[in-house]
């Protein structure tokens, strides 16, 4: 992840993409992210529109800093 903290990232950027080729930043299921953002263990989304949602990028480079330890 580039040290970038403006802006936001929507799902497959955070837990990547095969398809597309994108590297995910936190390796988990779709359905695990959810649970996490549900539970508080996650960032929590930030909706762009009714059917769109994404995460500041600061909450997750915060996220990957807090799970490296």
Same mark, same amino acid.
């Given at each position: 992840?580039?040290?970038?903290?403006?802006?936001?990232?929507?799902?497959?950027?955070?837990?990547?993409?095969? /398809? $597309? %080729?994108?590297? *995910?930043?936190?390796?988990?299921?779709?359905?695990?992210?959810? #649970?996490?953002? /549900? $539970? %508080?263990?996650? *960032?929590?989304?930030?909706?762009?529109?009714?059917?769109?949602? #994404?995460?500041?990028? $600061?909450?997750?480079?915060?996220?990957?800093?807090?799970?490296?330890?």
């Amino acid at each position: 992840m580039d040290n970038a903290t403006d802006g936001f990232l929507r799902l497959p950027q955070i837990i990547g993409d095969r /398809k $597309s %080729g994108i590297p *995910p930043i936190i390796p988990v299921s779709k359905s695990t992210w959810w #649970a996490g953002c /549900k $539970s %508080g263990r996650f *960032p929590k989304p930030v909706h762009l529109g009714p059917k769109t949602v #994404a995460w500041s990028r $600061s909450s997750i480079a915060e996220l990957v800093e807090k799970l490296k330890g």
